[in-house]
């Protein structure tokens, strides 16, 4: 099993910048991806970016490439995501996600969740 619990929210104006982090206990192995999913009020949880436990190969969604930079600290078993130039349509609660069985870009591929942190973005 695997816990995780992500910190890091809340409020900024535009073009501002956050850092959320992920603090993951239990079981993680080098072959997990860890992701970052954001869902805002009356949409579907989509995809942010994610990086290999391991190896740090990163992939992003073309909204937030090149504002947003994801990161881990193995030592510390934490995973961050780097929020820079943030807009109000970022606005969203923020999910942590591990995944066992690799890299995807859908809720379902992922197998654990934090419990959300909430990121509001003035105008």
């Known amino acids: 099993q695997v816990q995780l619990v992500e910190s890091g929210g809340g409020l900024v104006q535009a073009g501002g910048s956050l850092r959320l982090s992920c603090a993951a206990s239990g079981r993680i192995f080098s072959s997990y991806v860890m992701g970052w999913f954001r869902q805002a009020p009356g949409k579907e949880r989509e995809f942010v970016a994610d990086?290999?436990?391991?190896?740090?190969?990163?992939y992003y969604a073309d909204s937030v490439k090149g504002r947003f930079t994801i990161s881990r600290d193995n030592a510390k078993n934490t995973v961050y995501l780097q929020m820079n130039r943030l807009k109000p349509e970022d606005t969203a609660v923020y999910y942590c996600?591990?995944?066992?069985?690799?890299?995807?870009?859908?809720?379902?591929?992922?197998?654990?969740w934090g419990q959300g942190t909430q990121v509001t973005v003035s105008s």
């Open positions: 990086i290999y436990w391991s190896g740090g190969s990163t």
């Open positions: 996600a591990a995944s066992h069985t690799g890299r995807g870009l859908r809720v379902r591929d992922f197998d654990y």
